[in-house]
């Protein structure tokens, strides 16, 4: 069956074409080109918009503003996002990451949507036809058809601050057994003040370790500061077993890696 593709000059018009039954939005096509020549009869066409801000990166002030069709290469090789370029490469190989957008890692489905992961440490919004959103707000409910916007924003943390691990069987570029981000403050005598830590394939989608981060308060970096975070890591997780790994391994080593990387 043939499948049409449609092009729109404004996000508007494109997110009203994407309410047809089967319509899918086309960004960079790793995925959802894959899912209609693996026979996904859900799919009816697809829909992309040109309108340039979809392709903007713009920072002013710490203020990082990235358009939804900016793509993972894009992302690595900008000399303002140093902080994020490891998490941009860990999302396949180069021509993978050549057509990968921002926001089509947003509705990757486990275990893909490693950046994805970063955003979420970095506390990003995302910008829709409908106004700003947490990040957490859009993942809660991308199991509908998305309303595009123009480009989603975070605050690039202070120098240090952030810190991303992908676990993959085959390096560099396989698929994940499981992602962590961290964003992380510290008050004047070394403890943590602040902490977000995020993780991948640890759910459904990328979600928040919120007890590790509480039980990281207060604490030092060391550790015996990090073991009740460690501790709690698990809680609330609810991992896939997949060919890559089975949900009791990625529950088991989680602590693991999630402690190397508080370390690191």
């Not at 203020?63 to 894009?74: C, D, L, Q, W």
């Not at 490693?114 to 506390?123: E, I, K, R, S």
């Not at 979600?207 to 509480?214: G, L, T, V």
Request: net charge positive.
């Amino acid at each position: 069956m043939a499948l049409a593709l449609q092009t729109f000059a404004t996000v508007k018009d494109a997110g009203a074409a994407l309410k047809a039954a089967g319509a899918r939005y086309l960004g960079g096509g790793t995925l959802v080109v894959r899912a209609a020549n693996e026979g996904d009869v859900s799919i009816s066409g697809f829909i992309r918009s040109t309108e340039p801000a979809l392709s903007i990166i713009r920072i002013s002030g710490g203020e990082v503003r990235i358009g939804a069709s900016v793509t993972m290469a894009a992302v690595a090789r900008h000399s303002d996002l140093t902080p994020l370029a490891h998490a941009a490469r860990a999302v396949g190989g180069p021509a993978i990451r050549n057509m990968a957008s921002v926001g089509g890692n947003l509705f990757a489905p486990t275990p893909y949507g490693d950046f994805t992961v970063a955003l979420q440490a970095f506390y990003a919004n995302v910008r829709t036809d409908g106004g700003a959103l947490p990040i957490e707000t859009c993942l809660a409910n991308r199991g509908s058809n998305p309303a595009i916007g123009p480009a989603g924003g975070f605050r690039l943390p202070k120098e240090g601050g952030f810190r991303f691990l992908k676990v993959s069987r085959v390096k560099p570029k396989g698929i994940s057994v499981l992602s962590i981000a961290t964003v992380l403050e510290h008050a004047p005598d070394g403890t943590v003040s602040s902490a977000r830590i995020a993780l991948g394939c640890m759910a459904d989608r990328p979600i928040r370790a919120r007890a590790a981060e509480k039980a990281l308060i207060g604490r030092e970096l060391t550790s015996e500061g990090i073991a009740p975070a460690l501790a709690v890591a698990r809680d609330g997780t609810s991992p896939r077993t997949d060919p890559i790994a089975s949900a009791w391994y990625r529950n088991e080593v989680l602590p693991v890696h999630l402690g190397r990387l508080l370390l690191a």
